[in-house]
């Protein structure tokens, strides 16, 4: 089974798969009823992936999971804004739909395994699976996949990979796909282009208006229309303090209507808190103490850190990091090697 996107990765993905001599089924996910421009989850979206399937003369089928993914992924990505979090929605889309529902579907319905566009490979060793960074660093997505586990990973399939963007573009190209020169999807897919955050969340909730606060006097320095939109670790926005020092987000609360800012040598931070019940490893949980590598962004960089199970702590000071996001954890004698993930909560 390939999860067919409609972007030219997953249609590579099945090509590749056909190619190598396997019995192929497109399969596409109707995630989002609602209106959508951009992302995985418009109508074009499905029509790419069905004509790209009848172009390789493979069977395509349309799952709607439009319920899970309400609940799973858009429901709680409202909460978290909600609640001062910045929630990764395609993370949770991952953990939950493609590789939990759709990984069960593929299993229940015969298949050896289940195939998806994504720049991540596998590695098959006599220890068990190893999920690692993509050949293409530049387009490396191991970590909206460091929520896998080994057991997940035995029957997943990334033919991509291994290979950069252009020679994916190289492939479709060759066998004349339809998606070989779509452009790649950049946002949240259930989110309109035109309405942004600000437009989907108002539909959902009321948001707040807020003051902001200089977290070192308590000074009011200004305000903003909606705390909620707000995220620890902005910037662009909040002006200069006295020293001419621009300022950084440090802390959201939209219980008390506030934002808290500091100039950017007092907004590092040696150490980050973690939910520990969101924890998830490729293989065993590291013992406490650990050096690990951790990355918090999507493209971000990997920093030395020590695990302590609740927290990590740095030898220097970081970026704030917004409550919400992922810490992926890697491997510092293999540094394209995912150890596993665990949520921040602080």
């Not at 390789?56 to 990505?77: I, Q, R, S, T």
């Not at 002006?239 to 934002?259: C, N, Q, Y």
């Amino acid at each position: 089974m390939v999860a067919m996107s409609g972007g030219v990765d997953s249609s590579v993905a099945a090509s590749l798969l056909q190619v190598q001599g396997h019995e192929v089924t497109g399969v596409t996910l109707k995630l989002w009823g609602g209106p959508s421009d951009s992302g995985c989850c418009s109508v074009e979206d499905v029509e790419d992936a069905r004509q790209v399937a009848a172009q390789l003369g493979v069977d395509h089928h349309v799952f709607n999971m439009a319920d899970e993914f309400e609940a799973k992924v858009v429901a709680p990505y409202v909460a978290d804004h909600l609640e001062g979090r910045t929630p990764n929605p395609c993370i949770e889309c991952n953990r939950h739909l493609k590789f939990d529902a759709l990984l069960v579907a593929a299993r229940r319905l015969g298949f050896e395994a289940l195939a998806t566009g994504h720049h991540a490979r596998i590695t098959r060793d006599p220890g068990g699976p190893s999920l690692r960074r993509g050949l293409d660093q530049a387009k490396d997505q191991s970590y909206v996949l460091s929520m896998l586990t080994s057991a997940q990973l035995d029957s997943i399939v990334l033919p991509v990979g291994e290979m950069t963007k252009s020679d994916v573009r190289d492939h479709a190209l060759r066998r004349g796909l339809r998606t070989s020169r779509k452009a790649e999807s950049q946002d949240v897919c259930f989110i309109e282009s035109g309405a942004g955050r600000r437009g989907f969340l108002s539909q959902r909730a009321t948001l707040t208006p807020g003051e902001v606060i200089e977290a070192s006097t308590g000074r009011v320095v200004g305000a903003v229309d909606a705390v909620e939109l707000v995220t620890v670790g902005q910037r662009k926005g909040f002006g200069l303090d006295d020293e001419g020092r621009r300022r950084v987000v440090i802390g959201v609360r939209p219980d008390r209507g506030a934002v808290m800012v500091a100039p950017p040598e007092e907004s590092e931070r040696t150490e980050l808190v973690l939910d520990p019940d969101s924890a998830t490893w490729v293989d065993e949980v590291p013992e406490p103490g650990a050096a690990l590598l951790v990355q918090v962004r999507a493209h971000g960089q990997a920093v030395a850190c020590t695990w302590e199970s609740t927290q990590v702590t740095f030898g220097s000071g970081i970026s704030p990091v917004a409550p919400g996001q992922t810490a992926a954890f890697y491997d510092p004698e293999d540094p394209d090697r995912v150890v596993g993930s665990v949520r921040v909560s602080g």
